[in-house]
């Protein structure tokens, strides 16, 4: 089973500081996602590339077009010392600015798990592909009965399919943009185009009730990720 918090993490090189996605990619994999392991910040830790091969794909790129997603014991993993004091905030990887926050442009976010849906018991394992969505329903009450009634059961048909992970926005951290939706869903599969191109995904996203929360949601953001490193499973 996940831990009970997650914290979320879209990235991107910040332009002009002479860092380039190879770089950014070399970082993180090398320095940024050890120290979060390792220092006890997090016990997971797992990094994506945004991924855009399939049908569902919106046309509408996001700037960050990585993803670290990091499983905790810590509602409030950035808050702690064990990441202020325990992670450097610093790289000599940088060839101009040492200091992280010169060189990465960050969206951070703490979501606390509400379901943990495994059906074929796949246990901790970082997926090769995910999907996340993000949403703000209208109607909370109809949503939590849609994904637990249908959706959840229906997206377990996917060829391919792990598991799914559902999550509820936590504290903001002072790297949190905007006001993000207050749920998140993480879809784990072997194959996002096989996944979400098939007869299957079709059915699942074209019912009465899934159409329904999807256009009226506020917020609606489906993004798909590759998996690039894993620490810590």
């Known amino acids: 089973m996940p831990l009970p918090y997650l914290l979320h993490v879209n990235s991107r090189p910040q332009p002009d500081s002479g860092v380039d996605n190879k770089l950014w990619e070399k970082w993180y994999i090398t320095e940024h996602l050890p120290d979060l392991v390792n220092s006890g910040t997090t016990k997971r830790a797992a990094f994506y590339r945004e991924t855009f091969d399939f049908s569902l794909a919106s046309k509408d790129r996001a700037v960050r077009s990585y993803l670290a997603i990091y499983q905790t014991e810590f509602e409030e993993p950035l808050a702690r010392d064990e990441y202020t004091k325990g992670v450097r905030h610093s790289s ?11 060189n990465g442009d960050f969206d951070a976010r703490n979501y606390k798990l509400i379901v943990d849906y495994d059906p074929k018991s796949t246990g901790e394992s970082a997926p090769p ?8 329903p209208v109607d909370e009450a109809d949503f939590e009965k849609w994904y637990s009634e249908e959706h959840l059961e229906m997206l377990s048909k996917l060829p391919g399919y792990r598991r799914s992970s559902r999550y509820t926005l936590g504290p903001k951290t002072p790297a949190t943009l905007g006001e993000p939706g207050r749920f998140l869903a993480i879809h784990e599969v072997d194959d996002v185009k096989a996944a979400f191109d098939s007869k299957e995904a079709e059915a699942a996203n074209t019912t009465p009730w899934t159409v329904k929360h999807i256009n009226d949601a506020k917020i609606f953001i489906p993004r798909a990720w590759e998996l690039l490193h894993t620490e810590g499973f």
């Open 92 to 102: 000599d990887l940088f060839p101009k600015d040492k200091e992280t926050l010169a």
């Open 129 to 136: 592909f995910l999907l996340t969505v993000e949403m703000e």
